[in-house]
């Protein structure tokens, strides 16, 4: 009973944490990262109002203030544990003194996207209480879900820096890492909770599986690297001037995403249709080869919006997905805990 409670509070947990994913390419696509100008409120409510006359005349200023006063005191911080450097980067970014006008949407998005995180603090932590009783049978599944729990509150306070401080690349990439991180521990745990199914594969079978893994987490590493560069980039430029600025990682990128597509395609092929998860496989080299077409996309102005709606969701899926592959391999046998 216990056990059939957490699992279900664990598929959960997985799936809240995805859609967090997916809700942030909407956050992108629609430029909605800073809807609300304010963390943990929306423009000082609980509910974003539904209309500008709503708020006072100075509030763009009001907000601004705000936000550069709580980014000092994270900057005095960020100075305290030495990392002067990046104290320094924060401190002179320009975008530090925009000023942001109320807008229904934007507002309304990112206030969604907050709602989504809330519900998934809830549900992790409920994942969490419930993997207590674990540590007198099963510990690695408590601590597991633990390491999960633990960096979905942290990344929950990296979501404020991100407000804090105006969405500065660098924190983005971390807050991003983080939350593929925490998935991760979430489907561990559920596997010693509960081994999935798995068939025997030969060794050269398993390498090729952990070796497309490693290719994904780089290609989703360089890909975080990219949007960094690529946040940064004018908005003028034509599709060649674009793929120049973003030389070499752009390239690196492409053609690992090349790479993965070839790999996950061969994949397919040398795995057994009956594999329990062949689904999963085929799903892997499908989005692959999709991700061929929304990558490129992100560059043309009239396809950026789409391609930043797919390319994110599709690329989590694709390491998620292959991700509870490898996870399958972990023996779970008591003679080996
Ligand atoms: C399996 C293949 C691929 C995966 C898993 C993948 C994954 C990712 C991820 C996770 C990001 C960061 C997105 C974000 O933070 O919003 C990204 C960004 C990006 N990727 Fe890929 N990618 C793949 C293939 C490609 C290909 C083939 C191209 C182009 C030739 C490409 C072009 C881009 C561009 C331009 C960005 C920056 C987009 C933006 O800032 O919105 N990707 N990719």
Redesign the pocket.
Same mark, same amino acid.
């Given at each position: 009973m216990g056990n059939t409670v957490y699992l279900k509070l664990n598929w959960l947990s997985i799936f809240f944490i995805f859609l967090l994913f997916v809700i &942030? &390419?909407l956050v992108?696509s629609t430029g909605s990262g800073m809807g609300c100008p304010d963390w943990p409120k929306c423009f000082g409510e609980y509910v974003p109002p539904i209309s500008e006359s709503a708020l006072p005349a100075d509030y763009e200023d009001f907000f601004k203030e705000q936000r550069i006063q709580k980014t000092a005191r994270f900057v005095s911080i960020l100075k305290k544990i030495g990392l002067d450097e990046k104290a320094a980067e924060i401190e002179n970014h320009s975008s530090l003194n925009e000023s942001h006008q109320f807008n229904v949407l934007k507002a309304y998005v990112e206030y969604i996207n907050r709602l989504w995180g809330a519900v998934t603090g809830l549900i992790v932590f409920g994942c969490f209480a419930l993997s207590l009783p674990y540590l007198r049978t099963n510990k690695k599944v408590f601590f597991y879900t633990g390491l999960g729990f633990v960096l979905v509150f942290l990344n929950a306070l990296l979501g404020a820096v991100v407000v804090n401080s105006n969405l500065i690349g660098g924190i !983005? +990439?971390a807050h991003?890492i983080a939350a593929f991180a925490s998935i991760c521990f979430f489907i561990v745990a559920r596997h010693f909770a509960q081994p999935f199914p798995s068939t025997h594969l030969t060794v050269g079978q398993k390498r090729m599986t952990f070796f497309l893994m490693l290719v $994904?987490a780089v290609? !989703?590493i =360089? &890909?975080?690297e *990219?949007?960094e560069?690529?946040?940064v980039l004018s908005n003028g430029l034509h599709f060649g001037e674009k793929t120049s600025a @973003?030389a070499p990682t /752009?390239q690196y990128? #492409?053609? *690992? &995403?090349?790479l +993965?597509?070839v790999i996950?395609i061969y994949q397919l092929i040398k795995i057994p249709n009956t594999y329990p998860s062949i689904q999963y496989i085929k799903w892997i080299a499908m @989005?692959?080869v999709a991700? =061929?077409v929304? #990558?490129?996309m992100? @560059?043309l102005p009239e396809t950026?919006s789409i391609?930043?709606l797919f390319? $994110?969701s /599709? #690329?989590?899926a $694709? /390491?998620v997905l292959q991700f509870y592959i490898c996870t399958a391999f972990i023996s779970t046998s008591k003679s080996e805990r």
């Open positions: &942030g &390419g992108r !983005v +990439t991003f $994904i290609q !989703v =360089l &890909g975080a *990219l949007r560069l690529y946040d @973003l /752009f990128h #492409g053609l *690992l &995403g090349l +993965t597509s996950a @989005l692959s991700q =061929l929304f #990558g490129p992100a @560059l950026a391609s930043k390319h $994110i /599709f #690329g989590a $694709i /390491f």
